[in-house]
């Protein structure tokens, strides 16, 4: 047996049909208008907490008497951030001094097909346009210098949270940027490791934001690169950048998903439906079926794959039908990674990373091992990969045949 690739799975049809991007109604609307719903007073008690403590994170940066930043004997790079589920152009082992990394997210709302068997969809709050937000990568050491821009059209306020960095709300609290307006913030990479980043505008806005799709990951690599517990290298391939999304899209009397105008909409229909914590959707990449199909990641036997997996809301459990994690680092990279894992774990709030090395070709499934998320909510991609099969790993040695007692 040379192949073993399973041409009905490589067939599945892609679903994950991204249309719109630019909302129609709000280029009508005009700048007032905007701001003035985008400012609306906060309901909740909670909301004014919040909205106070983001005051507070700024108003210490801003009457602080610190001293700059010492910028001297670094480099200024810039990325160029890429679509998932793929990686921006990086070194694994860092070369030269530490860096500035510039970068640009726009706060990007669309509507999104999540499910176009049922119809289902959602006016997604991104990070340049995708779900999950684009993956950055810099070193240990590094600073990332983040341009954030609000396009004028949208509908709301955002901002960014970097769990990866240090100070004023990971960044939230001097990064609320209103249609219109952009904003630069500096901060730099002290702890080596995937962490996720999401929007977190305040109060019940955050989780909203958050489950319509305003998340993504950083990974902070060791200056020397990735090793294991020994201390040699471990190098990859490939980057599979994979964002589960848990979405709580709201129904109407009969069931059926609703539809809505523009973006923010759907704001109080779906605080109900997050209220019940039961998502309707966990999907990897934005939409059921966007990694599976034509969105199918490719790779050959031999090649290694650093699996990158972020949850910004909720727990998750990744499973590689036919295939293992031989390096998993479930927190930090500064930790040695756990080795031959079957499944691992996902801390909601979390991006982590996973190694394998393929063995065998055929199509995998990356699926959340909880399999009803799986196979009812959508939490599956296919891996297909192309190469020899092996039988001393794995042999078919009887056909099904019927059998007489
Ligand atoms: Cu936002």
Redesign the pocket.
Known sequence: MTKFINPGLVKTSRRNVLRGSVLAGAAAMTGAATMAATRAPMPLKADATSARLYKAAGKIEAESNAKPADLSGYTRVRQELVAPPYAPAHEQVATGGPKIIEITME?TERLMVVDEDTGAEVWA?TYNGSVPGPLIICHEGDMVELTLRNPEDSM????IDYHASTGALGGGGLTHVYPGEETVLRWKATKPGCFTYH?A?GGAMIPY?VTHG?NGAVMVLPRDGLKDKDGNPLRYDKIAYIGEQDYYLPKDDNGDYKTYEAAGDDYADSLDAMRTLTPTHSVFNGAVGALTGEGALKFNVGETVLMIHNQANRDSRPHLIGGHGNFVWETSFSDAPLTGLETWFVRGGTAMAAMYTFEQPGVYAYVNHNLIEAALLGATAHFVVDGEWDNDLMEQVVAPRPFTT
């Open positions: 706060t709050l709301m306020e955002h901002n929007c505008p934001h305003m």
